[in-house]
Structure formats: C-alpha cells, structure tokens
C-alpha cells in the first residue's frame, strides 16, 4: 500500500521470528536490524499476505476482531476452527462405533478412554516436537498418521466384530491399543494455532497492541467452547441417522484436508523453529530458578479446570437419571452442558474488550472467585430449568478463566518451548476430564448426584488455590504486564 505522507519507510506487519529473542538484551540489539510490526489498518479484500507492509505512522482502524484478522488473514480464523473439530469428535466417535458393533457399553467406555489418555500423553509430543523441527512438518505428518489410525479403528472394530471368537480380550486389547494410538496422533491445531498468534502479536510494537494478545486468545477459547460442542452433536446426528463408522470417517477426511491446509498456511512463518537445540536460553529465563513452577502452575490449573468439566457433565448425567427420568434420563445431560457450554463460550469473547490495566493474575483470582461461589448453584436445583439457570450463569465465568490461564501459560513458558507448554494446557484438559468423570461417577453411582457435584466444586476451589499461587508467583519485578 502506498506510504502516507512524511513517513520516511515502511515496516512489515511480520518479520521472522528471531530464535535468540528471549533475552529481553538480544531484543533490544536485534531492533536495529529487524523492522517492528504493527497491526494492519487495512479490511480491504488485498489483506491477504502477514508480510503486507504498514507505517508505524498509522492509527489502527477497525474493531479489535478485525484488526486481529488482518493480521493472521482471514483465512486462518474458519481453517482453525474447523480444523479442530476431528479431534473434538473422536472419544465420542470411537465410543458410538465400538459400543455399536461391540454391543458394550464397557468396551465403548474402554476405547474412548483410551483414545483420550493417548491424546493426553500425546499432545505434548507433539508440541515438542513442533517446537524443535517447526510446525509444518509435524502437523502434516500427525494429520496422515492419523487418517490412517482412524481408518484402523474402524477397520478392526468390525473385523473384530465379524469374526467368530468376537471381542476376545486379546481382540479387545488389539483395538484399545489402535484408539490409544488415533488419540496419540491427533493433531494439536488448538494449542498450535494460539502460538501462532503469540508470534505473530510479538511482533506488533507494545504500543500498538492494544489487547491484540487479549482479543486472539479469547477468540481461541471461544472456538474450543463451540467445537467441543459441535462435534459430540455432530457425532451423534450422524451415527444415528446414517452409521456408526461414519462420524470417525468424516473426522479422518477432515484431519486429512483442513490440517494439512492449517499446516502449510503462511501464519506457520512467524514461528521458529528450535532446530537441533542450538537455541540457548533468554537471559530473564536462564536467571529464573523458578520458572518451571512458573510453567507448571497453569498446567496444573487446566487440570483443574478438565476435572471440573468432567465432573459436571458425570454429574449432570446422575442428575438428569434421577429428575428427569421422564424427559428422556441422562442423554438430556449433553443438552444442559450445552447451555454451560454456549455462556462460556460467549463470555470468552467479551475478553477482548476487557481492560488492560486488570492484569492477568489478577483475573485468575477473581474469576476463579466467581466459579467457586456460582458452583455451589449445582447443589440446589431440583428440576431443569433451575439446572439449566445455574449452568447458564456458571458458564460465565469459565470461558474467561480458561482464557487468562492459556494466556498466564504463554506469558511464562520459555518462547522456544511455547508449544510444548500449549499442548500441555490442553493435555491438562484432557486428563483433568478423566479424573473429573472417574470421580464423579464413582460417588454417583455409590451415593446420589448430590455428592457427585462436589467434585466441581472442589475443582473450583483447587483453581481459586492455584491462581492465589500465580498472584504470588509473579509478583516479581516487571510482571505486572503478566
């Protein structure tokens, strides 16, 4: 775009990423030699490239979600949103298909389970791995990988099925091993795509970020919120009105399309790569004896915040057995986390607006207040629509909460392990989950919901505890921008 009048040059909106930049000292000796970025002023339809250069000069226009959108391109947002869907829809996926041809509700739950500890253990390989050799190449081979263990899930679930000794245990062991793998291969778009924006935020002067960091990350909740409603939704419409082999294949076409397509996008640049190691620690890093405690708090916080949505959706399950058996029992559980679900996911994107001067350890603690007081609403209803109100004003909350905890792991992860950090918040999602549903059901099933809801609110509590941690942590000098 042409130069606005007096401004002596023009600066690119993203230059490479340089690999030494974690020293706040290597920083400040690389701005003679690389150019600043800024937010593009500019929706115009030839927004197309991240290398599209603009004057420093320029006054951001436009809307916060806009101005965030030039910046990645408007491409980038709906290939990551729908990129990440596949995984959404595999626990639910592989339990349909393995409880249908195996006609057991326990072999079902045994295989999604397995499907989900291997997304768990795998993801922060995946972003290890992605944090040594670069993005590309790991999410193209994830996405291939992939396709074809989901196609071997299906494959050997009705093999299996088809065959006379049927699901023997060594059968069984066969196909938890292959849901394990599907969930080991599954490929990271969520905790990859909010690195990205990272990077690419990075380079926008701090003058000129204006909440951008904010804005991107909410966004990115907010679409988690929606696909991991979507996709179990989406699951079961197909499976029931089609077959049960066909929501695990769309998953696998998608995974094999879009991921691949999000792989190569040119957002993939602002990241580098910490080849072979050679990257030495930032100097604010290498000083910091505590920052892998730093680092594991909010891991430690998603945990929490997995068990707390697994313990509520178990629970819901109990409740919904128990009030409205009429209505239709526990399949109206979905339904009711849905509505948690739809206010979170709201909520998350009022982030973006918020102000900047309420740090984010700050938020921690307060919205972690807020959940621990709402949650106790679980306790009291006795009907769904009493449910369905306190889920809807609890789900408040929760969106943001997982915003601020995302945005505390990205702020104190080492920059040349930013991916492995982001992949293990979500890991922690994933396994908290786990622990939630085990929890909850097993004092449903021994007891009555009303004792299964006291795992959420014990998850909640556990967060107020950690986040008070985090206020404490980094209130250490130059932090309060944390």
Request: hydrophobic share 50%; proline share 7%.
């Amino acid at each position: 775009m042409p130069k606005p009048s007096g401004a002596p040059q023009e600066f690119p909106t993203v230059v490479p990423a340089d690999p030494q930049s974690d020293s706040p000292a290597a920083q400040s000796a690389s701005s003679a030699t690389d150019s600043p970025a800024v937010l593009p002023t500019s929706s115009a339809p030839g927004n197309r490239s991240i290398a599209r250069n603009n004057s420093p000069s320029e006054a951001p226009s436009g809307g916060r979600f806009s101005r965030i959108l030039a910046l990645s391109g408007w491409g980038f947002v709906p290939l990551g949103l729908f990129a990440r869907l596949p995984l959404a829809m595999l626990n639910v996926g592989v339990l349909t298909l393995v409880t249908a041809v195996s006609h057991s509700y326990a072999i079902g739950g045994f295989a999604a389970g397995a499907a989900g500890i291997g997304s768990a253990m795998g993801a922060p390989l995946l972003g290890f791995a992605a944090d040594r050799i670069g993005q590309k190449p790991v999410l193209i081979t994830a996405a291939v990988a992939n396709t074809v263990l989901l196609g071997a899930v299906i494959v050997l679930s009705y093999l299996i099925a088809g065959s006379a000794e049927g699901f023997t245990p060594t059968a069984t062991v066969l196909l938890l091993v292959s849901a394990w793998l599907a969930g080991a291969s599954s490929p990271q778009v969520g905790p990859l795509a909010r690195v990205r924006w990272m990077a690419l935020v990075r380079k926008v002067p701090e003058s000129r970020r204006d909440g951008a960091l904010d804005t991107a990350l909410s966004y990115e909740s907010t679409a988690d919120e929606l696909t991991f409603v979507l996709g179990p939704a989406l699951v079961g419409i197909v499976a029931a009105l089609i077959a049960p082999w066909l929501p695990l294949v769309i998953a696998a076409i998608l995974t094999l399309t879009l991921v691949s397509a999000f792989a190569v996008h040119r957002t993939v640049l602002a990241v580098s790569a910490q080849r072979g190691g050679k990257i030495a620690p930032g100097l604010q890093e290498a000083r910091d004896r505590w920052l892998w405690l730093k680092v594991s708090i909010p891991v430690l916080g998603m945990v929490c915040m997995g068990t707390f949505f697994g313990s509520t959706l178990t629970s819901l399950s109990a409740f919904t057995g128990t009030v409205g058996a009429e209505a239709g029992g526990s399949e109206l559980a979905g339904l009711l986390y849905a509505v948690m679900g739809l206010s979170s996911a709201a909520a998350a994107l009022s982030v973006a607006f918020w102000p900047r001067a309420f740090v984010q350890r700050w938020r921690w603690v307060v919205l972690a207040t807020l959940m621990t007081a709402l949650v106790g609403l679980l306790l009291l209803p006795s009907d769904l629509p009493g449910m369905m109100l306190a889920l809807f004003l609890l789900g408040l909350p929760v969106g943001p909460t997982m915003v601020t905890i995302f945005s505390i792991g990205g702020m104190v992860a080492p920059r040349r392990w930013l991916g492995t950090v982001m992949t293990a918040l979500a890991s922690g999602i994933v396994a908290g989950t786990a622990i939630g549903s085990s929890i909850s059901g097993s004092l449903a099933q021994s007891q009555s919901y009303h004792q299964a809801f006291l795992v959420p609110v014990g998850a909640a509590v556990a967060l107020l505890l950690l986040g008070l941690l985090t206020a404490l942590s980094l209130r250490v000098k130059n932090r309060d921008a944390v």
